[in-house]
């Protein structure tokens, strides 16, 4: 059944899973900070509005995807924000990688105003966003949920429900420690095998399909050795989910030695000016 929608924040991913709601023939309004970011949406069939509150005002499903918690606070909780233009029944999504605590608190006002909530992180980065193969992980109530899931499904194809509110921002956070160890051992695969003076694309075709064999290694590391740097996924994003991660482990008890030199690493790359670049650009840390 078809949907009117409403999409705030069309960065890297945002623009793609907008560019699929239109192809499936939804009604998508859109708001963005960045107008040239929303004008080939709207040459495509979005309405462009000024505020969140005029995204959500038609809307029956509303979808979030900005940068930092400090956004998502301010997206639905200001004065022109989602729950001031919000009304009984509507489904606020938030796919933001964002603190469980922010999730829990946006569930809960929701629910204080009739409304329902979702959060639902996702994983895949540029490349699954262009080619609706995005890993949705979501939280909140599980009727809910099954509402929502034909939509999520014009632009997801792994779309698992995690449990109540904030446990997607929890399986997101699994999602980021996991690539985050595993980026630094991709780096230090291809520095080693540079060093050794092996052909790196050789390297690439025997380790890639065994048991060394992720996700990055296959769609990153041919980009590091190109020296293609742009952003699937920018740095400055990483850093702040790392953030998060550590912040969460430390309020339980738990130590992540992998994760903080992941992120003393990708700080050290921000401090040289390699915030807007993509999570590959770890690579340069080896050269």
């Excluded at 623009?15 to 859109?30: T, Y």
């Excluded at 949920?145 to 109540?164: N, R």
């Excluded at 991709?186 to 060394?212: N, P, Q, R």
Aim: aromatic fraction near 6%; charge should be negative.
């Amino acid at each position: 059944m078809l949907k009117k929608i409403g999409f705030i924040g069309t960065g890297v991913m945002g623009a793609s899973i907008v560019r699929h709601l239109l192809k499936a023939g939804h009604q998508v309004a859109i708001y963005t900070r960045t107008l040239e970011k929303a004008l080939p949406l709207v040459e495509e069939g979005a309405i462009l509005v000024a505020s969140p509150k005029e995204a959500v005002a038609e809307a029956e499903i509303i979808f979030t995807m900005v940068g930092y918690p400090h956004d998502v606070e301010e997206v639905y909780f200001s004065d022109n924000g989602v729950f001031a233009g919000g009304s009984k029944g509507q489904v606020v999504v938030d796919m933001t990688t964002s603190s469980p605590t922010l999730s829990k608190r946006i569930a809960e006002e929701a629910t204080r105003l009739e409304m329902h909530a979702l959060d639902a992180p996702v994983s895949g980065g540029d490349v699954g966003a262009r080619n609706a193969t995005l890993s949705i992980m979501c939280g909140g109530d599980q009727d809910t949920f099954a509402s929502v899931l034909p939509v999520l499904e014009t632009f997801g194809s792994q779309i698992v429900y995690q449990g109540t509110a904030g446990a997607g921002q929890h399986a997101k956070m699994c999602n980021q420690i996991a690539i985050a160890t595993n980026m630094i051992g991709v780096c230090e695969a291809l520095a080693y095998g540079k060093k050794a003076g092996l052909d790196l694309e050789t390297v690439l075709e025997s380790i890639s399909s065994g048991a060394a064999g992720s996700w990055s290694l296959s769609n990153l590391a041919p980009r590091m050795l190109r020296g293609d740097f742009e952003p699937g996924f920018y740095i400055k994003h990483f850093l702040k989910d790392m953030d998060i991660a550590l912040q969460e482990s430390d309020a339980m008890n738990l130590q992540l030695p992998g994760l903080s030199l992941a992120r003393e690493l990708y700080h050290e790359l921000i401090s040289e000016g390699y915030g807007s670049k993509g999570t590959q650009a770890l690579y340069c840390a080896y050269q």
